[in-house]
């Protein structure tokens, strides 16, 4: 009779654990079934690309990414990002420095006002100017649009949760695990800082004003966490249309960035993004290209561009 019930008990404890394991299968398979990633195959003739649009930053409640991710890059011979780095990385910060150095006898407080540049100046986390001992000099001759990045990355983070590696820095990892070549679409030259020039002295010293009322207001901060968590669920609903609008909310409407910036620095790339990817349809390799969301939404985006051209697209289906 013990034995018996030893049995049993074994047996409770194995139908248990079986019910768990078809319940995790379960919710798995539903979780691929209902795989939003937006992973787009491009074709043109016999040639074959793939396009990724990208959340530069996850929770780690996305992980683990989708399969059709690892399964796309084993198809790809070149993975190309926009960027390899931050603007503030050790290896772009001397091409940041020299794109907004300001022509000779010209400062930022020329753009700003004195009183508004010491005062901005004041709110950059001290650590920067140990990783540079001429970066104060620098801020002061450079475009006020390196104080306002400077000022960003020592604001507080407005995320309730530690963000996860987005899947750009994931596919980077990929790729230098599988020893592929990497190459930058745009890099800092052809990033959001190409476009500053077009900004009048008065749009630049409101983006200026921007980033310092966000760093001194809990509110705003809230605002723009709220609105980041609200990408996050866009993305994983697939929902990129919504995402773009989320995007250009944070710029325009909690920023208070000029509307010419929040809208340039996606159209204008845009252009030179799909011009860029027509290039590597007339390589050999197949490219694994990778961009921010908000590039594959609207009649401006590449998607858009690309099918005028007379590409085929569709969304990259994994392979049973």
């Known amino acids: 009779m013990k034995k018996l019930k030893e049995i049993m008990k074994l047996l409770n404890i194995t139908a248990r654990f079986f019910a768990a394991l078809t319940i995790f299968c379960f919710v798995l398979a539903h979780a691929q079934a209902n795989d939003n990633t937006p992973l787009y195959r491009v074709k043109k003739s016999e040639k074959t690309m793939y396009l990724l649009a990208s959340a530069h930053m996850l929770s780690q409640d996305d992980y683990p990414l989708s399969k059709k991710l690892p399964e796309a890059l084993k198809s790809s011979d070149v993975l190309v990002v926009e960027a390899k780095g931050s603007f503030l990385s050790q290896e772009n910060f001397p091409i940041v420095e020299e794109l907004l150095k300001l022509p000779l006898g010209k400062g930022a407080a020329d753009y700003v006002g004195k009183q508004e540049f010491e005062y901005a100046l004041s709110l950059v986390n001290p650590q920067f100017f140990k990783y540079k001992d001429s970066l104060l000099d620098v801020v002061k001759k450079s475009h006020p649009y390196l104080l306002t990045i400077l000022i960003e990355n020592s604001t507080p983070s407005p995320l309730e949760f ?51 009322k966000l760093n001194q207001s809990q509110e705003l901060r809230v605002r723009l966490g709220t609105n980041a968590k609200q990408m996050l669920q866009a993305y994983r609903e697939g929902d990129l249309k919504k995402l773009s609008d989320l995007e ?26 799909t011009q860029k990817i027509e290039e590597y349809f007339q390589k050999t390799e197949t490219y694994l290209v990778v961009l921010g969301c908000s590039h594959f939404v609207g009649n401006d985006g590449v998607l858009d561009g690309l099918r005028k051209k007379g590409y085929q697209i569709d969304i990259f289906q994994q392979n049973k």
């Open 162 to 212: 530690i963000p996860a590696i987005g899947i750009d820095r994931y596919m980077l990892d990929l790729a230098a695990k599988k020893g592929m070549r990497i190459e930058e679409l745009e890099g800092v030259k052809h990033n959001s800082m190409s476009y500053l020039k077009m900004l009048s002295e008065n749009e630049v010293k409101s983006m200026l004003t921007g980033v310092v």
């Open 248 to 273: 250009f909310n944070a710029c325009s409407n909690i920023l208070n960035y000029p509307l010419t910036y929040c809208k340039t620095i996606f159209t204008a790339r845009n252009n030179f993004m």
